[in-house]
């Protein structure tokens, strides 16, 4: 699978992957009948990833392995990113969840025959649009009652960010949920409107702070530097309103996201057949500056 790439796969990912945030997502927001089915206590990340090349372009996941009502189950949660509806995102997720069953079977193979898990399939949703839940049946038309038998037919759990009022999000009880789900939700505010959230960031990043969680505020300023229309200078002040820590890690963050933009170019211009030289002095630094950059670049490449 290759690397993720879009800003918001990556922050759901970093959010999601987290334990405590999945079962308190489940704890504040799943439908009763099932949260109180979920054994909670044995919920755990399955290292395994079932999207494949076509699904990579439409769906970021993450399996959670649970018992459901004494049962094992898995817990999918998708995430959907665009801002409007695809058509048929039901046979994405049918796709999806044939990946996991054939991928049981490949591990069974030579086995006895165990039955297949039950996936239970979420979707949750940041785009501007809503997003409208069909059943798999009516994309067939209006097909003779005796042929719906032979029609796949199965239901997802759909949480649409845009559902859920600001106060709900704030008061989640888990800061990285609330902090996340906040920030997604508002990833296309324009300027003034995101800055209306200023109060909110500060206060859940002291949190963040004193619970010495820096990684997971370096992937914020990561995050707002890249899906924000805030400049660097403004979100650089936000973290600076929290602590001197905070400050140093913004800081910090916004160093490395330069020097990845720079190598970035330096990679590009090199792969067109720019000299070192032309590039040397374009960038106002010596040859050695460049070797050293290119040095780097092809150390991560390997």
């Keep these: 699978m290759s690397e993720i790439t879009n800003p918001h796969d990556k922050f759901f990912k970093s959010t999601f992957s ?3 945030v999945v079962q308190n997502f489940i704890e504040e927001v799943f439908p009763v009948q099932h949260r109180d089915k979920i054994n909670l206590n044995s919920l755990k990340l399955s290292n395994s990833t079932f999207i494949d090349n076509e699904l990579s372009e439409h769906l970021a996941d993450l399996v959670y392995q649970a018992e459901y009502a004494g049962e094992p189950a898995m817990i999918t949660l998708l995430f959907e990113h665009k801002s409007y509806q695809e058509d048929f995102p039901e046979w994405q997720l049918l796709r999806y969840m044939t990946n996991i069953w054939r991928e049981e079977q490949k591990q069974k193979k030579g086995k006895k025959r165990k039955n297949s898990t039950v ?7 940041h785009g501007k649009s809503a997003w409208k839940k069909v059943s798999m049946k009516t994309q067939f038309g209006n097909p003779h009652q005796d042929l719906l038998k032979f029609l796949p037919e199965f239901d997802y759990l759909l949480f649409s ?3 859920f009022s600001d106060e709900q999000i704030a008061n989640f009880k888990n800061t990285f949920l609330s902090t996340a789900a ?4 508002h990833s296309r505010d324009e300027k003034a409107k995101f800055l209306r959230l200023e109060a909110f960031l500060i206060e859940k990043i002291k949190v963040l702070d004193l619970a010495h969680e820096n990684d997971f505020i370096t992937t914020i ?7 924000s229309h805030l400049t660097a200078k403004e979100i650089i002040i936000i973290f600076t309103k929290v602590s001197i820590n905070v400050n140093t890690i913004a800081m910090t963050a916004y160093e490395e996201i330069k020097q990845e933009t720079t190598l970035n170019i330096l990679k590009g211009l090199i792969q067109n057949g720019v000299s070192l030289e032309l590039i040397a002095k374009s960038f106002g630094l010596s040859i050695q500056n460049i070797e ?4 780097k670049i092809k150390s991560s490449n390997n």
Aim: charged fraction near 20%.
């Design 18 to 20: 987290r334990l405590d």
């Design 119 to 125: 996936v239970i399939p979420i979707i949750i949703h």
């Design 161 to 163: 960010l845009n559902d």
């Design 182 to 185: 906040m920030l997604l939700k």
């Design 221 to 227: 300023v990561y995050y707002l530097e890249t899906v």
């Design 292 to 295: 050293e950059m290119v040095a």
